[in-house]
T-cell receptor
């Protein structure tokens, strides 16, 4: 089946630094990619929807200048957490959607971010 | 990676009927969640059931959990056209990492 990868799988960084997370669809071209974050023991929260070649659509309350999303190609989307702070520590997961005969969605394994 | 397996993969029912979807998983869990996704949209959280719970209700939704069989079911009663969507189960275990199943595509026929 289709595979979506994320890199890195985990990252520890100092407060104030920026962290880039990649989401790749390995064997299909993703029409749309979604970025979510999850706090421990809570449900996923949609952060933004990203279509290739266009600006991401952010959910209410998500700072677009804080969480930069780039969807440069049909197989790659990146999420950059700028000037990370400890409250940004979370689990970030992407999903890639393929709209063929029927829309199918595949999830990445997630990236755990810890900001010290 | 995807641990859960939903079945059926696709389901078509008449409006007004009940829809049942199942999810099986492989490892021990803390919680199991069900999400809905409409075409082209992000996931919407429906319901969370903890490993020590057996059944939970929310409106027209009923979720059961059988940890001995490592399975869960989502029942949507009195289905509506707006229920047409993909439904995913997700589990999280000792490391709090959330893992999704492959989803069930539900189509409500008018």
């Amino acid at each position: 089946g289709a595979v979506v990868s994320q890199h890195p799988s985990w990252v520890i960084c100092k407060s104030g630094t920026s962290v880039k997370i990649e989401c790749r669809s390995l064997d299909f071209q993703a029409t749309t990619m979604f970025w979510y974050r999850q706090f421990p023991k809570q449900s996923l929260m949609l952060m933004a929807t990203s279509n290739e070649g266009s600006k991401a659509t952010y959910e209410q309350g998500v700072e677009k200048d804080k969480f930069l999303i780039n969807h440069a190609s049909l197989t790659l989307s990146t999420l950059t957490v700028t000037s990370a702070h400890p409250e940004d520590s979370s689990f970030y997961i992407c999903s890639a959607s393929y709209r063929g005969v029927q829309e199918t969605q595949y999830f990445g394994p997630g990236t755990r971010l810890l900001v010290l | 990676s995807q641990q859960g397996e939903e079945d059926p993969q696709a389901l078509s029912i008449q409006e007004g009927e009940n829809a049942t979807m199942n999810c099986s998983y492989k490892t021990s869990i803390n919680n199991l969640q069900w999400y809905r996704q409409n075409s082209g949209r992000g996931l919407v959280h429906l319901i969370l059931i903890r490993s020590n719970e057996r059944e939970k209700h929310s409106g027209r939704l009923r979720v059961t959990l059988d940890t001995s069989k490592k399975s869960s079911s989502l029942l949507i009663t009195a289905s509506r056209a707006a229920d047409t969507a993909s439904y995913f189960c997700a589990t999280d275990g000792w490391d709090d990492k959330i893992i999704f199943g492959k989803g069930t595509r539900l189509h409500i026929l008018p």
